[in-house]
């Protein structure tokens, strides 16, 4: 595996980049992956049993924060 420059974005950045372009993705995502009362995400739940697995922020979470960074910082509006 390669090393990540500081001046090349990574894969995730690139995604994100991507995502930005996609407002209703974004809304989505950060409204299914919230926080529950113990800290875990609401949207990554644990296969056939509902319960929530990873905790918050998760991945996805994490993914469309930077996307709304993304497209805010590109005037995507």
Same mark, same amino acid.
Do not use: W
């Given at each position: 595996?390669?090393?990540?420059s ?9 995604? =994100? ?9 974004? %809304?989505? &995502?950060? =409204?299914? #992956?919230?926080?529950?009362?113990s ?10 049993t509902?319960?929530? %697995? =990873?905790? #918050?922020?998760?991945? &996805?979470?994490? &993914? =469309? ?11 995507h509006?």
């Amino acid at each position: 595996m390669g090393t990540i420059s500081s001046e090349s974005p990574t894969r995730f950045e690139r995604l =994100a980049d991507v995502l930005a372009l996609m407002p209703d993705v974004i %809304a989505r &995502l950060l =409204a299914d #992956h919230t926080s529950d009362s113990s800290g875990r995400c609401r949207g990554c739940t644990r296969p056939g049993t509902g319960y929530p %697995a =990873a905790v #918050h922020p998760c991945t &996805l979470h994490r &993914l =469309a924060t930077m996307a709304l960074i993304a497209r805010k910082r590109t005037n995507h509006s």
